[in-house]
């Protein structure tokens, strides 16, 4: 059972945007600006999207942005492609087993 | 480019001890700014961190499955490896390391920051 929570699904049609929630405690989420985001396509290994609540690693798509508001942290992905359609999970500077549950992202 | 390469066996009995390697080519386990990480993930499931460690030596684990584990460097062959003792059909995941950025620690917490740079990934079943 992961300490973060994420909703099991979301879902947007291409041109949309949409966010992923990850909710913590005062303990985690909400006690450091590290959070970290990862996109994991089927088979493949987790990519970074995000660090430190907001920040891209190079070569990441701007479309891509993270925030944080007291215990929960976000994701947003603007302008909804077909390639975006994949799993992702937040992590948080300290939890149990420092990943969320996981979501997965469907594109219309 | 920093790239990273699981290796070990795919198939691990009950109650043996499942190890693995990853070596890290392009760039030095022994840099000075970044720890090394194991995460697993059970089919259908996902992510868990299993440890990682600095290249000094140095470890920390997720605490659920500290008792089992050990991670070790060998920065003479830019490996780490890790060992996972008294398997069963639940240690049975796809197995993934990564580079560990942590922000060191405070109050005896440490502060993870991001896994940058991971392996493809092995699969490790276990079974009789």
């Known amino acids: 059972q992961s300490a973060l929570t994420q909703p099991a699904s979301v879902s947007g049609s291409p041109g949309q945007s949409i966010t992923i929630s990850c909710t913590g405690t005062?303990?985690?989420?909400?006690?450091?600006?590290?959070v970290s985001w990862y996109q994991q396509h089927p088979g493949k290994a987790p990519k970074l999207m995000i660090y430190?609540?907001?920040n891209r690693p190079s070569g990441v798509s701007n479309r891509f942005s993270g925030s944080k508001s007291g215990n929960t942290a976000s994701l947003t992905i603007s302008g909804l492609q077909a390639e975006d359609e994949a799993d992702y999970y937040c992590?948080?500077?300290?939890?149990?087993?420092?990943f969320g549950g996981g979501t997965k992202l469907t594109v219309l | 480019q920093l790239q990273l390469q699981e290796s070990g066996p795919g198939l691990v009995k009950p109650s043996e001890t499942l190890s693995l390697t990853c070596t890290v080519s392009?760039?030095?386990?022994?840099?000075?700014?970044?720890?090394w990480g194991w995460i697993r993930q059970p089919p259908g499931k996902g992510l868990e961190w299993i440890g990682s460690?600095?290249?000094?030596?140095?470890?920390y684990y997720n605490p659920s499955l500290k008792s089992r584990v050990t991670i070790s460097v060998d920065t003479s062959k830019n490996q780490f490896s890790l060992k996972l003792s008294s398997v069963t059909a639940a240690d049975t995941a796809v197995y993934y390391c990564a580079r560990h950025l942590l922000a060191g620690t405070v109050a005896g917490t440490t502060l993870s920051v991001a896994f940058d740079i991971w392996g493809q990934g092995t699969m490790v079943t276990v079974s009789s």
């Open positions: 392009g760039g030095s386990i022994s840099s000075s700014s970044y720890y």
């Open positions: 005062s303990s985690d989420v909400g006690g450091y600006n590290y």
């Open positions: 460690i600095y290249y000094s030596g140095s470890t």
């Open positions: 992590s948080s500077y300290t939890s149990s087993s420092l």
């Open positions: 430190d609540v907001s």
